[in-house]
């Protein structure tokens, strides 16, 4: 699947919710279903900074040249938003990540629904995902 096909099955996922109430709490299912991130990244090194709440990333390089996240939050909601932001850029090749114009966000509503404080964590960890990918991008380049 590609980035914009995920962002079209989230859209499509949240179209038939019209309560916010129920879009949070899928929101936080979402993230109580995301994958532990190791206990050794768990470190200031990877805290995303620009969030209220603490929230680690971790990205690797995989063999065949895609991008794999893994993340944590200690707020459910933030947990949850990270989820949504893996699940659209995972396995993807970091030029696809720098390149994709994250549309979902406002087309579910989020960007509006969220505390200002919330948003600009959203902002923080969207950077910190594109961030890794242009390092890993750089990487390749170089290897080539």
Same mark, same amino acid.
């Given at each position: 699947?590609?980035?914009?096909?995920?962002? &079209?099955?989230?859209?499509?996922? !949240?179209?038939?919710?019209?309560?916010?109430?129920?879009?949070?709490?899928?929101?936080?299912?979402?993230? /109580?279903?995301?994958?532990?991130?190791?206990?050794?990244?768990?470190?200031?090194?990877?805290?995303?900074?620009?969030?209220?709440?603490? %929230?680690?990333? /971790?990205?690797?390089?995989?063999? &065949?040249?895609?991008?794999?996240?893994? =993340? &944590?939050?200690?707020?459910?909601?933030?947990?949850?938003?990270? =989820?949504?932001?893996?699940? %659209?850029? /995972?396995?993807?090749?970091?030029?696809?990540?720098?390149?994709?114009?994250?549309? !979902?966000?406002?087309?579910?509503?989020?960007?509006? #629904?969220?505390?200002?404080?919330?948003? /600009?964590?959203?902002?923080?960890?969207?950077?910190?995902?594109?961030?890794?990918? %242009?390092? !890993?991008? =750089?990487?390749?380049?170089?290897? #080539?």
């Amino acid at each position: 699947m590609t980035i914009d096909q995920r962002q &079209d099955r989230i859209i499509e996922d !949240f179209e038939g919710i019209d309560d916010w109430m129920d879009r949070y709490a899928m929101i936080i299912d979402l993230g /109580n279903a995301l994958p532990p991130i190791e206990e050794k990244y768990k470190t200031p090194a990877h805290l995303i900074e620009g969030c209220q709440s603490r %929230v680690w990333l /971790n990205a690797e390089l995989t063999p &065949d040249g895609k991008v794999r996240y893994t =993340a &944590d939050s200690d707020a459910i909601i933030v947990k949850g938003i990270i =989820a949504l932001l893996i699940d %659209v850029l /995972n396995d993807s090749a970091p030029k696809d990540i720098i390149d994709a114009k994250l549309y !979902f966000i406002d087309r579910i509503g989020l960007s509006e #629904n969220l505390s200002p404080t919330r948003s /600009n964590g959203l902002l923080a960890m969207v950077r910190q995902m594109k961030m890794y990918a %242009v390092a !890993f991008q =750089a990487q390749l380049d170089a290897e #080539n």
